[in-house]
């Protein structure tokens, strides 16, 4: 896995992340519910979460840090080949919230797709990204994590409501050809028999809305959260330890481990067995709770800001989650792209393409409605031709 046979990579060059400014604090939250600032730190570490806006939504979060991360990779959004949106909570059932996030974009000639892999679902559309460069079917490709968790929390449940919180990450992947580095190795795995220990049971096609479920509440996140915290410190060093030996890079030679910022005792336990010391991990949950897909793109944004993500770098990332899922890569940091400033007239241009790509948008469809409006397109409804050619009675 570690060696690409054509000697395609795929290079992360630009990083990207939004979080709404709303700051709900430990001590915010007992005054919701029965908690305190001292219990949610012991068992978890996390002290504060970012909260969605009336105007924040997974796909307006998404588009926030995709536009960052382009604009650190100096690539233009009509360059990029596809999108993936890793989220738990798309903006609807469909139209995808990539497919959203690429008409804003204006990502013109991008294909666009969400996937569904709980807390694990950047890895998995890293993991997707890397083997579309890799087999040659993407030059460039946006992964993206997003995540509106404030909407689907029952914020009466104490054991939930104090874990989670909203946030997006973006990752630019390019093909690269000239040395080995990028995503070196990766890995996704499942185990459905799970899949009943972390659920939002309702509004899918087995429990679709109505008052029933509303009246039991089925549209919230639902978790065991004992018997998660199980499968993730058993899950954790395992799979990094199997990603190292994917890429050939004994663990011990890893700079950084970014993992899935859920709980600090499940790092800490994952530290333990690894026998790595605590720093080698990057946690900022403290800060942010589990924000689910997008953790560990934010986390990603915050290692190179704080220097711990050094170019020529070894970094494990892995994420565990709802399914059961779990995943992790090993990518090897890439020199750092020159962040040059842009002018006056550069950021004048961007916010001009982004505004086209509004007007675009706009233009398409009010062209199709007018193309419906004249008769110009094919219509369901049978035309006299077809009429003619019904069999007679
Ligand atoms: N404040 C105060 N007391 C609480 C709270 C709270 N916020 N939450 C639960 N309690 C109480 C319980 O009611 C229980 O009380 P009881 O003994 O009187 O019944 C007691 O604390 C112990 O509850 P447990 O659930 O056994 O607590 P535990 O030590 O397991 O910690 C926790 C709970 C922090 C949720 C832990 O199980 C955990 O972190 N699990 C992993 C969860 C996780 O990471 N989920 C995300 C996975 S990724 C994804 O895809 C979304």
Request: hydrophobic fraction near 40%; proline fraction near 5%.
């Amino acid at each position: 896995m570690a060696e690409s046979k054509n000697g395609r990579y795929a290079h992360i060059v630009g990083w990207g992340k939004y979080v709404p400014n709303k700051v709900l604090t430990n001590d915010d939250l007992s005054r919701m519910v029965d908690t305190s600032d001292e219990w949610i730190v012991t068992r978890t570490g996390i002290r504060e979460r970012r909260v969605a806006g009336p105007k924040d939504t997974t796909a307006s979060m998404g588009l926030a840090a995709a536009k960052e991360a382009l604009e650190r990779a100096g690539v233009r959004p009509h360059e990029v080949d596809l999108i993936i949106v890793a989220t738990a909570t798309p903006e609807h059932v469909f139209p995808s919230t990539a497919s959203l996030i690429q008409d804003a974009l204006g990502a013109v000639k991008a294909g666009a797709f969400d996937l569904s892999a709980g807390c694990t679902g950047f890895m998995y559309a890293l993991t997707m990204g890397n083997q579309a460069i890799r087999s040659g079917a993407s030059e460039i490709i946006l992964v993206i994590g997003a995540e509106t968790l404030s909407r689907i929390m029952d914020w009466k449940d104490r054991a939930t409501c104090v874990l989670f919180g909203d946030g997006a990450g973006a990752v630019v992947l390019r093909a690269g050809t000239l040395a080995a580095g990028g995503v070196l190795a990766t890995l996704c795995r499942s185990d459905g028999s799970g899949g009943d220990l972390l659920m939002l049971p309702g509004g899918g096609s087995k429990f679709p809305a109505s008052h029933q479920t509303l009246d039991q509440n089925l549209h919230t996140i639902k978790m065991n959260g004992r018997e998660v915290f199980r499968f993730a410190t058993r899950i954790m060093d395992k799979s990094a330890r199997e990603v190292a030996a994917q890429a050939g890079i004994p663990i011990e030679n890893v700079e950084l481990i970014i993992p899935h910022q859920a709980n600090l005792r499940i790092i800490q336990a994952a530290a333990r067995a690894l026998k790595l010391p605590d720093e080698r991990f990057f946690v900022n949950l403290h800060r942010y709770g589990n924000t689910s897909s997008a953790s560990i793109p934010i986390a990603i944004c915050e290692a190179v800001e704080q220097g711990k993500l050094k170019p020529g770098d070894h970094c494990v990332m892995v994420g565990f989650g709802a399914g059961l899922t779990w995943g992790a890569a090993l990518v090897k940091w890439g020199e750092p792209v020159p962040l040059h400033e842009p002018t006056r007239l550069e950021r004048v241009y961007k916010r001009l393409l982004y505004i086209a790509a509004g007007v675009r948008s706009r233009l398409v469809r009010g062209l199709r409605r007018i193309e419906t409006l004249l008769g110009g397109t094919p219509s369901p409804k049978p035309t006299r031709i077809d009429k003619d050619k019904q069999p007679k009675k």
